[in-house]
């Protein structure tokens, strides 16, 4: 199964303060664990939701808003993407990672195209699976 | 520039966990997707599951505490994401204007940190882990 882990933001997140180097180290040693282990596939920081934009959808037409968003406690600050083989080894993970106090994360399953049943017909699944192998290459 | 494109759909947090899909808007967002990657922007996307099949994990008791989803107190949450890489924010946003979404999906667009963007000291603390792209984790792909 395959989990997305989303960082959520706080009030030093959202001000660009960054993170010490012993957390940065420590963090980096979290994550080659991770990846010995096989289960890492990718993660990445985001810049605050100040330098960010929205576009909200309606009647065909889409309306652009910039950052900052609120509330905080919402927004997201960065991810791993991890593949264990269940819910309850995605947060055995997570506890070990090195943050501190104040820090939230939120664990989400991946969607797999057996997900989507009928609403994904053979054809439409042969398209996704080859244009997920075209953007790994690049 | 790498951002991400997160979409949020209204009510999602409060969403079951079996979720009925339309046919057209799957085969329509489909279509967003093959037009992404034809211009070779798109790196890679993915959707989530609801959040009342999810978890969240606390620190800021010092101890890791796990909650199990729905979140009660989440007014937004995020249904899944493209990854692009572009030359601007405003073609991001160009991007995501396209996007086939319905009236009560929003995308919001953020640009991924890379190595450069932070001083020597930051880069020296993170340069035992290798990253493909000088972002913060390291891709398998």
Known sequence: MKFMVIVKANKDTEAGVMPS???LAAMGKFNEEMVKAGVMQAGEGLHPTNKGARVKYAGGQSTVSHGPFSPTGD??????????????????????????????IEIRQVFAAEDFGEALTPELREREERLRAQAAKK | MRFMMLMIPQGYESAPAKLDLDPERVAAM??????????????????????????????????????DGPFTEAKEVIGGFWMIDVASRAEAIAWAKKCPASANEMIEIRQVQEMGDFSEEVQQAAATFEHPQGGWGKALR
């Open chain 1, 21 to 23: 180097t012993e957390l």
């Open chain 1, 75 to 104: 927004l997201v600050c960065g991810f791993w993407l991890i593949e264990t083989k269940s819910l309850d080894e995605a947060i055995g993970w997570m506890k070990r990672a090195p943050f501190d106090g104040g820090s939230e």
């Open chain 2, 30 to 67: 489909m279509r967003y997707n093959q037009a992404l990657k034809d211009a070779g922007v798109l790196i890679t996307l993915e959707g989530l599951h609801p959040p009342a099949t999810g978890a969240r994990v606390r620190f800021d008791s010092g101890l890791p505490v796990v909650t």
